[in-house]
Every structure is written in structure tokens, then in C-alpha cells.
């Protein structure tokens, strides 16, 4: 029987451990009230070397409940992926709502698109190709922007998570949200360094530095949600 220690198992998906439980609350109560064009998206992303990367259904479901709570009009999103997050915001918002979605990669965001298009929902997409730090930064240069946003998404290279926090935060509304994914790092955030790993530990020690300023930035209520990997939701308050 192959050995393997305890730093060579690969954390399951969703921070439960419980892969039953995982899949019980999949298939209670998410996977039955998933639109279809979701359950397409999260198809044809399966098939992706990376199709890993994907938004969790579960965070997903949320994700939809926090735009409709605080009637989310204008947002941003903070890596596309092949769309699953991409979508679910526009299916959450109104037909003249607008979606600023940044991406380095096109080439994944058009795995999606056909689905999105499908949808009827592309029109409410402005989909950039481009490092997210400079669209954020020239978003700011026009004061319309701070404080317009309703939602923002955010789940990307997770050592830039700090800086799109200080942008983000000046272009969303008092009362509008801001939500980071993977806030667990597959539960690598509460172990021992030297049971990670490898090639997780650099996105551990951005998630615990992004966790330890949202917990003292009182510009922000925030909850921690072991919800998928990880969510942590912040409203602006000040
Ligand atoms: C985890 S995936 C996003 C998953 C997506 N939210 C979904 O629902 O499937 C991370 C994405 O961030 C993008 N990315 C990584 N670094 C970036 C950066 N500096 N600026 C913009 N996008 C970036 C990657 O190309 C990748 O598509
Ligand atoms: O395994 C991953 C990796 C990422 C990731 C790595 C590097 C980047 O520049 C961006 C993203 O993101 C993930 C993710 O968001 C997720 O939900 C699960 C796994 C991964």
C-alpha cells in the first residue's frame, strides 16, 4: 500500500474535511436550485486542467444571495476564470446592471462565454484582459467611480488580495460589499507551516496576512465564512 505523510495529502475541497457532508449540502440544497446555464459553465469547466480553480457552488449560492440583499447594480470582479462567478453576478442583477470583469487570461473567460451568451447576459459584461492593479487604479482615476460600486468579487492571485483591498475599498459604496475567496487556503491558514504543502504555502502566508488586516480594518464589518474554501465577507462602513 503506498505511504503517504501527512504533508503529502492534498487538503479535500470545502473546508468541512467531511466530503459526505460536502456533498450532502451540494446535493440538498445547491446543486437542486442551480440556473442551468450554472450547471453548464461548471460542466464544461470540469474538463479544464484547472477546472479546480472554479467558483464553489456553495459560495456561489451565497455569493447570489448577497447580491440580491443588497441590490447589487454596478460591481467588479476580480478573476474570471471561465465564468462561474461571472455568471452567477449577472444572473443576480438587473438587465441595465454592469459587471466590470478582469482577467489576465481571455482564453478561459471564452470557454464560458458561449454560455454566458446563451444566457442573455453578456451585454451586462465589460470583460478586461489585463493585471487587475492598474484597471482598479484607473477606475479611481475618475471620482464618479469611489463609492459606486455595490459588490465586489474578488478571487485571484491571493498575494494581491492586500492591494485590491485599498482600491476596492475607496470604489465601493458605504454599505456595499466586498467578498475574498479562499480565505481558508484549504485549511493550510491553521496548520503548522511545515505540514503544508509546498506550493501552497505562498498563498497561506498572503491569506493569513489578508485575514489579520481585514480583521483590524474598521473601515469594514466583516464575516468569515467556512463556506467553500473560505469567504470573507466585508461591508463598508466607514
Ligand atoms: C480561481 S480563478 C477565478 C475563478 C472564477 N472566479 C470562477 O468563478 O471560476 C483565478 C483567476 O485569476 C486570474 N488572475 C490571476 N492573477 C491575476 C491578476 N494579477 N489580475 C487579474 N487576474 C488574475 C487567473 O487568470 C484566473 O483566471
Ligand atoms: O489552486 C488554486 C489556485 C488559484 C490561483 C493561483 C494563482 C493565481 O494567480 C490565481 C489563482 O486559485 C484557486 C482558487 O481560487 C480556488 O477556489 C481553488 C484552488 C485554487
Redesign the pocket.
Known amino acids: 500500500m503506498e505511504h503517504t505523510t501527512k504533508e503529502e495529502t492534498h487538503p479535500t475541497?470545502g473546508i468541512l474535511q467531511s466530503e459526505e457532508l460536502y456533498q450532502y449540502i451540494l446535493e440538498t440544497s445547491v446543486y437542486p436550485r442551480e440556473p442551468e446555464p450554472l450547471k453548464e459553465l461548471r460542466g464544461v469547466t470540469s474538463s479544464h486542467p484547472?477546472g479546480?480553480?472554479?467558483?464553489?457552488p456553495d459560495a456561489g449560492q451565497l455569493m447570489a444571495m448577497l447580491l440580491k440583499l443588497v441590490k447589487a447594480k454596478k460591481t467588479i470582479e476580480v478573476?474570471v476564470f471561465t465564468g462561474y462567478s461571472l455568471l452567477l453576478t449577472a444572473l443576480s442583477i438587473p438587465d441595465d446592471g454592469k459587471i466590470t470583469a478582469i482577467d489576465v487570461s481571455r482564453k478561459s473567460y471564452e470557454i464560458g462565454l458561449p454560455i454566458i451568451k446563451k444566457a442573455g447576459v453578456e451585454h451586462k459584461i465589460d470583460f478586461i484582459e489585463s493585471q487587475a492593479l492598474p484597471v482598479l487604479d484607473k477606475l479611481l482615476e475618475d471620482n464618479e467611480n469611489e463609492g459606486s460600486f455595490d459588490f465586489a468579487f474578488v478571487?485571484?492571485?491571493?498575494d494581491g488580495y492586500v492591494s485590491y483591498h485599498e482600491r476596492l475599498i475607496k470604489l465601493v459604496k458605504i454599505g456595499g460589499i466586498i467578498a475574498y475567496?479562499?480565505t481558508l487556503w484549504f485549511g493550510t491558514v491553521a496548520m503548522p507551516e511545515k505540514m503544508v504543502l509546498e506550493e501552497l504555502k505562498p498563498?497561506r502566508e498572503s491569506t493569513i496576512e489578508l485575514n489579520k488586516m481585514l480583521a483590524v480594518d474598521s473601515r469594514v464589518m466583516i464575516s468569515h465564512a467556512s463556506i467553500?474554501?473560505g469567504i470573507t465577507i466585508c461591508m463598508r462602513v466607514h
Do not use: H, Q
Open positions: 475541497k484547472w479546480f480553480m472554479g467558483t464553489a478573476g478571487d485571484a492571485d491571493k475567496d479562499n498563498a467553500g474554501d
